[in-house]
């Protein structure tokens, strides 16, 4: 039984954990920029190690400032959230190194379902419909091109993204080209991915979602899908 669990995230769904971890029993343990010191999610675990750095870049997605924290904690796990370092193989595999359980997938799992262009190709191969769309992009040049193929609207789409971030609908040429370089800017910052990618738009769709939990050997359980059409933002 895990007895303490760092929380490799900040904001609502640090918090949401945290109030689950209490109820388990579990200690947790939270982790913050300097910009985020003030922060719900501090105060809403029983300790607080601070990351330094103001941006994401400088904090939550440094690997080694996340281990370290675990080990001067004790904490036996670290649970990713989403975004971040949660769909990190890399990082998975430097906490089975260190001892540490991860809470989430597999290196190997997040390394083919992590990334929106390698799941498309997985998907295809599998012989899964697909909505029309491409693999990288190289460049705004070829994005155009693509998308004059494609039609529009599109939705261009950081490859790493979740959440609703790095993703834009483009009702023409010119928005493509206004959006290419900020959602390319956006999958490095949060993602340190910029890779991104076009898929067709797709007017009045539900969106659908259906959860998997399993023990990474044996055990896998769907218990329930999620109604997720009407989120904040268009996340699909």
């Not at 640090?14 to 109030?19: D, E, F, N, P, S």
């Not at 343990?29 to 910009?35: I, L, M, N």
């Not at 430097?94 to 929106?116: D, H, M, N, V």
Request: proline content about 3%.
């Amino acid at each position: 039984m895990l007895k303490t669990v760092l929380i490799a995230n900040r904001g609502e769904i640090a918090v949401r954990i945290a109030k689950t971890l209490k109820k388990m029993g579990i200690e947790s343990v939270a982790v913050y920029s300097d910009a985020d010191r003030n922060s719900a999610h501090v105060s809403a675990c029983d300790k607080a190690i601070c990351l330094g750095g103001n941006t994401a870049a400088e904090s939550y997605l440094k690997a080694d400032l996340i281990l370290a924290a675990a080990k001067e904690s004790g904490a036996q796990a670290i649970i990713p959230g989403y975004g971040f370092l949660s769909e990190n193989a890399k990082f998975c595999e430097q906490c089975e190194a260190e001892g540490i359980a991860f809470c989430g997938p597999t290196p190997t799992q997040i390394r083919e379902f992590g990334l929106k262009h390698t799941s498309r190709e997985i998907a295809e191969k599998a012989g899964v419909p697909l909505t029309p769309g491409t693999g990288l992009l190289n460049s705004v040049e070829e994005a155009v091109a693509s998308a004059a193929e494609l039609g529009y609207p599109v939705m261009l789409k950081s490859t790493a993204g979740g959440g609703g971030i790095g993703l834009t609908r483009c009702n023409n040429e010119a928005e493509l080209i206004a959006a290419y370089e900020s959602v390319k800017r956006l999958g490095q910052n949060f993602f340190s991915d910029s890779g991104a990618f076009l898929e067709c738009c797709v007017d009045h769709a539900r969106h659908v979602e259906v959860l998997i939990i399993g023990d990474g050997k044996d055990y896998v359980l769907a218990p329930c899908e999620r109604e997720c059409s009407l989120q904040r933002r268009n996340q699909e």
